[in-house]
């Protein structure tokens, strides 16, 4: 279930679109630079940017859980602590790695609203890797 875990990662972040915001700030008389005040569009595409981050996240976490619940279920305390090393170290980090991954790209509103739902709702890791693969890109 490990690599299922890992390939569905990268299937989901693989789905996801990609384009990106650009905001410019201005110049006063003085040099100074001021932020322009954002548009409607502008301040939608940052709540959906927080909520992606959020999202993502909440959805590595579970991510890096589920692959500990895996691993506990199929393998000897010897063999993860062979394959997988100190599981304490490597969990942050693999979050950490989940994260920049999933946030390199931008997800549609539908993708963030599934991920939400995904964590919130699905309480175990059989229903909740299936879960995301409605996030995949349509």
């Known amino acids: 279930m490990t690599r299922a875990l890992a390939a569905l990662l990268v299937a989901c972040l693989a789905a996801c679109s990609g384009s ?17 005040k954002p548009t409607k ?55 950490a790695e989940c994260e920049e991954e999933a946030n390199k790209s931008d997800l549609s509103p539908r993708q963030v609203k599934i991920i939400q739902s995904c964590v919130v709702e699905k309480k175990s890791c059989e229903t909740f890797v299936p879960c995301l693969d409605q996030a995949q890109k349509k």
């Open 20 to 36: 990106e915001g650009s905001s410019k700030d201005t110049e006063t008389p003085a040099g100074t630079a001021t932020a322009p």
């Open 41 to 95: 569009e502008e301040e939608s595409e940052r709540k959906l940017h927080a909520a992606q981050e959020s999202a993502v996240e909440a959805m590595c976490e579970r991510l890096a859980d589920c692959a500990v619940e895996d691993a506990n279920k199929t393998m000897t305390p010897e063999e993860r602590k062979e394959k997988l090393g100190n599981v304490d170290e490597l969990i942050p980090r693999y979050r």
